[in-house]
């Protein structure tokens, strides 16, 4: 069982940045892909941004560029560094760890663009 906890969400201007976390409560060191989604209402749950354990990353177009993810794995948190943040990057935040071929879901955080 891995048990993740989303933090960072709130609101923020258009153009503003913040940073969300999600920390697990094993060692994610084995743990080869971590990986947060959002989800806004009305719409599918969609990845934004993915790492490895070999530190390999993959973002989807919307956002390359502006968001950045990164791991430390002694601290067993994965980070989204999310920079010039746009209306359309409203949503919910999700962290996800895929551990044996079993995915694992933090609860969520929600994030805002509004001026």
């Known amino acids: 069982q891995v048990q993740l906890v989303e933090s960072g969400g709130g609101l923020v201007q258009p153009g503003g940045s913040l940073r969300l976390s999600c920390t697990a409560s094993?060692?994610?060191?084995?743990?080869?892909?971590m990986g947060w989604y959002r989800q806004a209402p009305g719409k599918e749950r969609e990845l934004v941004a993915s790492?490895?354990?070999?530190?390999?990353?993959n973002y989807r177009a919307s956002v390359k560029g502006r968001f950045t993810i990164s791991r430390d794995n002694a601290k067993n948190t994965v980070y989204l560094q999310m920079n010039s943040l746009k209306p359309e990057d409203t949503a919910v935040y999700y962290c996800?760890?895929?551990?044996?071929?079993?995915?694992?879901w933090g609860k969520g955080t929600l994030v805002t663009v509004s001026s």
């Open positions: 790492i490895t354990s070999n530190r390999v990353t």
């Open positions: 094993t060692s994610i060191f084995s743990i080869n892909f």
């Open positions: 996800n760890a895929e551990k044996g071929f079993v995915p694992y």
